[in-house]
């Protein structure tokens, strides 16, 4: 059982981090975007690691932990507190008395939704993150279609939330996992910053990779940087409590900053901040979905050919399946991060081996995500690549969320032949695919191939049980023998 000292530190861990930054960016809002970002990096970085030895030290600078008190649900109550010490006043004695038990809450997504509304966000744009799948669901689910665009990719939600300033003069909300900042630095720093054409937007970021928080590698790495990321880019931020009030006051020192420094503002998202809110399933109508799809295609390919996996649970899905068929891991570079870039890490990989076969397991929503590079492959004219994209019109890794490719107005197998690729099919039912997977494999590249599938996948799917670089020495060996 939790002794009330250790029930206080293992909830201080969570909140203090975004109560040092909600106070620090509230009494800040006026004074500049470098003022403000120092505060909050500094304060986003303490909670993960330094807290735990009562310091706030960070990789940039340091803040000091502002007197804050906690209240019986575990959250920090600390609004009013600024950067200098102030005096307790009768509330903060109050709620400083012991805990009798650890409680936490998680916002409401819809409640959220309202909230953001309040301060007068009614756009949203962006690309589905799976620590903020549930939000993304509910504006799905209970947004119109004008004033909410499912994104290709992150900068294009930038840009768009940038077009809805410039027409209505109200800001947007981007949304967008942390290992989407790379698409949005440089429509976020040549256009929306202040110091070019100064376009106010609040950009809603999933944590992954949170320091003190189990993940996947790559997502460790995006985690650290992130604080240090907007930092760089002076993009003021905030962490976003977990509970209705504190979130109100974190999006009106949003609004405050957007409205006075015409800005874009970034609010960081941790893990199960939001309460579970699911879309609709729709079981769909084709006889398998992307595994039973990926087994079909892996029970065809040689013992010589080179496969390349996409993003997500493609990728997983194919290391098991290795497992289960006692196969070893070698043939497969799984591209855990880089979501978009499979089919050019293929192509080089192609150019530079052409007497191999090298496969592109690829995903509909990875393939819009950098779909240009259908236009560079096609262009190349390589003979020995082929690209097979599993379709199940959604961002399944991720909620579930529609992408455009399954059921809306986008024809991949339309665009790959204006690509210039030389072998396009598609094909859905089971003898189809068999079949079309034998001409691929006998085509001249370019060649694609799409197969419809259903959206879903194994709850009990594990992950990858060798490190990125045992895959990429085992798969280097395996690309670059001659026999």
């Keep these: 059982m939790l002794t009330s000292t250790t029930a206080r530190l293992l909830l201080a861990s969570r909140a203090a981090s975004a109560s040092v930054a909600s106070a620090a960016s509230a009494a800040m809002v006026g004074a500049g975007r470098r003022s403000v970002t120092t505060a909050a990096v500094a304060a986003a970085t303490t909670s993960s690691s330094a807290l735990t030895a009562q310091t706030a030290q960070s990789g940039r600078g340091s803040a000091p932990l502002l007197p804050a008190a906690t209240s019986s649900r575990g959250v920090q109550t600390s609004a009013k507190t600024s950067m200098s010490a102030v005096e307790p006043n009768a509330e903060e004695e109050k709620e400083k008395q012991p805990f009798t038990e650890l409680v936490r809450d998680f ?15 009614d756009f949203f744009t962006g690309v589905p993150d799976s620590l903020l799948k549930d939000f993304c669901a509910y504006v799905t689910a209970n947004t119109p279609s004008d004033h909410h665009v499912i994104t290709a990719n992150e900068g294009n ?23 989407g900042l790379g698409n949005i630095v440089n429509p976020l720093m040549s256009l929306a910053v202040p110091e070019v054409y100064s376009i106010p937007m609040l950009l809603l970021i999933g944590w992954r990779g949170e320091p003190g928080k189990k993940d996947e590698p790559q997502h460790l790495v995006q985690g650290q940087a992130t604080p240090g990321l907007l930092a760089s880019l002076n993009i003021p931020f905030q962490v976003l409590p977990d509970f209705q009030e504190g979130a109100a006051k974190v999006l009106e020192t ?48 040689s013992a010589r050919d080179i496969v390349v996996g996409t993003t997500g649970m493609l990728s997983r899905e194919l290391f098991e399946y290795r497992v289960a068929k006692k196969h070893g891991h070698e ?28 496969y592109c397991l690829d995903g509909d929503g990875a393939l819009l995500m ?27 890794s991720v909620g579930g969320q529609p992408t455009c490719a399954l059921n809306g107005s986008l024809s991949i197998t339309g665009v790959a032949q204006s690509s210039g690729y030389r072998f396009v099919e598609t094909a859905s039912e089971i003898d189809d695919i068999r079949a079309k997977l034998k001409l691929l494999h006998e085509a001249q590249g370019p060649a694609l191939l799409e197969i419809c599938v259903n959206r879903g996948g194994r709850k009990d799917l594990g992950r990858p049980t060798r490190s990125p670089v045992q895959n990429k020495h085992d798969f280097m060996d395996f690309v670059q023998s001659e026999y």
Excluded: C, W
Excluded at 160 to 177: F, I, M, N
Excluded at 379 to 390: A, M, T, Y
């Design 107 to 121: 916002l409401d997504p819809g409640d959220f939704y309202k909230q953001v509304n309040k301060i007068g966000v």
């Design 157 to 179: 939600a930038v840009a768009l939330a940038a077009g809805h300033h410039l027409a209505t003069g109200k800001s947007g909300l981007v949304y967008l996992q942390n290992s």
């Design 254 to 301: 949003a609004r405050q900053y957007m409205e006075q420094n015409h800005g874009p503002y970034a609010i960081l998202v941790r893990r199960q901040t939001f309460l579970p809110y699911k879309l609709k399933s729709d079981k769909g109508s084709f006889p398998l979905n992307r595994e039973g799809a990926l087994k079909l295609i892996v029970d065809t390919l």
């Design 331 to 358: 043939k497969d570079f799984l591209t855990v991060g880089s979501m978009g870039h499979a089919s050019a890490i293929a192509l080089g990989i192609a150019l530079a081996r052409p007497v191999r076969q090298v």
């Design 370 to 396: 950098h779909m240009g590079t259908m236009a560079t492959i096609g262009h190349s004219g390589v003979k020995n690549l082929k690209h097979i994209v599993i379709n199940n019109g959604a961002h399944d």
